[in-house]
Nanobody, 121 residues
Framework: QVQVVESGGGLVQPGGSLRLSCAAS????????MGWYRQAPGKQRESVAT???????SYADSVQGRFTISRDNARNTVYLQMNSLSPEDTAVYYCNAYVVAFLTRRPDTYWGQGTQVTVSS
């Protein structure tokens, strides 16, 4: 089995910063892509940033230049450094990992349970 667990959410003032972490664990053969998604109340889940195993990144236009995704392949961990946060960034942030598990030997998508980020004064 594969587990994905996020941490690092919380309450921050506008203009502040937060760093989210996400660790994948279990019977993992390889992880291709890891990413962060978010869902605000009343809105659909949207992609925030993704990173491949070789470090290629992509960002949503709304976070480009403010958020930075990084990855530690040895620890199966992905990070999201969020700077210059605004109330519009308030959402539940979910981690996603595209993983080949030892048991299945095929790629599947695994989601974390989500972590709340609230930007408010």
């Amino acid at each position: 089995q594969v587990q994905v667990v996020e941490s690092g959410g919380g309450l921050v003032q506008p203009g502040g910063s937060l760093r989210l972490s996400c660790a994948a664990s279990g019977s993992i053969l390889t992880i291709y892509i890891m990413g962060w998604y978010r869902q605000a109340p009343g809105k659909q889940r949207e992609s925030v940033a993704t990173i491949t195993s070789d470090g290629s990144t992509s960002y949503a236009d709304s976070v480009q230049g403010r958020f930075t995704i990084s990855r530690d392949n040895a620890r199966n961990t992905v990070y999201l450094q969020m700077n210059s946060l605004s109330p519009e960034d308030t959402a539940v942030y979910y981690c996603n990992a595209y993983v080949v598990a030892f048991l299945t030997r095929r790629p599947d998508t695994y989601w974390g349970q989500g972590t709340q980020v609230t930007v408010s004064s």
